[in-house]
């Protein structure tokens, strides 16, 4: 048989009108053939991205008391048995399966958004990644505020210098971000250059104004309001083995490697707006790396770099670190026609053509 839409829809249906795996699976062999597995329900499920079919069991039906709990049974995958109050019409699964199948901690890497002139589509596509995988830890990695307003370069003259907007499109930015990630996720933001700007601006135009704390970065984008925990600039912070921040003086093509080499250890870094992963071992056997993020920047709002350069080299994407209590697994996640893969899932839309 051919996983057609309509044998999909029929399957499901068939899934939601029955009390349990076996019942369901009795009556799709009826309907399609006695060697159809519920692992071959599973994959075409899994392929068409509606879920597990264990979590359709049962939802035509009256609910019933039936007791929560996930027993895993391999590495990728168990048995979720799902509690639905007497009387409720409706259940909300908080945490998707492949969240609850992972055996080690994620910490989700974004840097270089330049908001308010970033890459809406890549965006949302982020968005709809950290809606679906729910990591434990988000690392903003600088740069996430453009600050064009209160840059020292020269400004083009069609762009209205208007700090006041851009302040708030980052807020709205953050907003999404915490909308998405859930309030359990822990999320940081180390400062970049960028955001650095509104410090070296009032150094340079309002020393006077140095000290109060209401103009500083964290307060002007109101990081608190978010629980967003402030990491400053040129200063980096640990989770586990792997160290983050914007970067370490280092720019251009062999960011990671130069990075790696001077850092010494797991280190993330984002700033060059390029794409990477490079590793160091060491005679013992250990090994370490550098994970250099990319940017998630619009490429036509930008005026300081030719834009066929900004095209050629740099890359739009995000970072992932997988850690347990001793190792972390670094992964660059490049965003291509407007999508991406994460886990062998795709995300986002793809441009059109
Ligand atoms: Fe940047
Ligand atoms: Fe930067």
């Known amino acids: 048989m051919k996983w057609t839409p309509e044998n999909i829809e029929k399957t499901k249906n068939t899934l939601r009108n029955s009390r349990t795996v076996g019942?369901?699976?009795?009556?799709?062999?009826?309907?399609?053939?006695?060697?159809?597995?519920?692992?071959?329900?599973?994959?075409?499920?899994?392929?068409?991205?509606?879920?597990?079919?264990?979590?359709?069991?049962?939802?035509?039906?009256?609910?019933?008391?039936?007791?929560q709990s996930?027993?895993?049974?391999?590495?990728?995958?168990?048995?979720?048995?799902?509690?639905?109050?007497?009387?409720?019409?409706?259940?909300?699964i908080e945490r998707s399966l492949l969240t609850i199948n992972r055996s080690t901690k994620r910490i989700l890497v974004v840097s270089d958004l330049h908001a308010p002139y970033h890459d809406k589509a890549a965006w949302e596509c982020l968005l709809e990644v950290i809606r679906e995988t729910k990591p434990e830890t988000i690392v903003i990695i600088g740069d996430a505020a453009d600050c064009y307003a209160i840059s020292s370069h020269p400004k083009s003259l069609k762009r209205k210098a208007d700090f006041a907007t851009e302040v708030e499109l980052v807020k709205k930015a953050l907003a999404e971000l915490r909308a998405a990630a859930g309030k359990s996720c822990r999320i940081l933001w180390t400062e970049g250059n960028h955001e650095d700007r509104i410090t070296?601006?009032?150094?340079?135009?309002?020393?006077?104004?140095g000290q109060l704390k209401e103009l500083s970065a964290q307060e002007l984008f109101k990081v608190s309001d978010f629980n967003i925990e402030w990491?400053?600039?040129?200063?980096?912070?640990?989770?586990?083995?792997?160290?983050f921040t914007h970067d370490v003086g280092r720019c251009g093509v062999n960011t990671?490697?130069?990075?790696?080499?001077?850092?010494?250890?797991?280190i993330v870094v984002g700033h060059s707006h390029r794409?990477?992963?490079?590793?160091?071992?060491?005679?013992?056997?250990s090994s370490h790396f550098c994970l250099n993020v990319g940017w998630l920047g619009?490429?036509?709002?930008?005026?300081?770099?030719?834009?066929?350069?900004?095209?050629r080299d740099w890359q739009l994407g995000f970072g992932i670190v997988d850690q347990d209590e001793q190792h972390s697994w670094?992964?660059?996640?490049?965003?291509?026609?407007?999508?991406?893969?994460?886990?062998?899932?795709?995300?986002?839309?793809?441009?059109?053509?």
């Open 231 to 243: 990491v400053p600039y040129r200063t980096s912070i640990k989770i586990g083995n792997c160290s």
């Open 330 to 353: 670094a992964t660059f996640v490049p965003m291509v026609n407007g999508q991406c893969v994460v886990d062998g899932i795709r995300y986002g839309k793809a441009m059109a053509a």
């Open 23 to 67: 019942l369901a699976m009795a009556k799709i062999r009826v309907d399609f053939g006695p060697n159809i597995t519920f692992d071959a329900v599973r994959r075409a499920f899994h392929r068409n991205r509606i879920g597990n079919p264990r979590l359709h069991i049962g939802r035509n039906l009256e609910p019933v008391e039936i007791i």
């Open 275 to 285: 794409g990477g992963v490079s590793y160091q071992g060491e005679i013992k056997g």
């Open 200 to 209: 070296r601006y009032l150094q340079s135009k309002a020393p006077e104004f």
């Open 70 to 92: 996930y027993k895993q049974t391999s590495p990728y995958g168990g048995i979720v048995t799902l509690t639905v109050p007497k009387g409720a019409t409706s259940m909300t």
């Open 256 to 266: 990671a490697r130069q990075s790696l080499l001077d850092f010494g250890g797991n």
């Open 298 to 311: 619009d490429v036509n709002e930008i005026d300081y770099v030719h834009r066929n350069r900004a095209l």
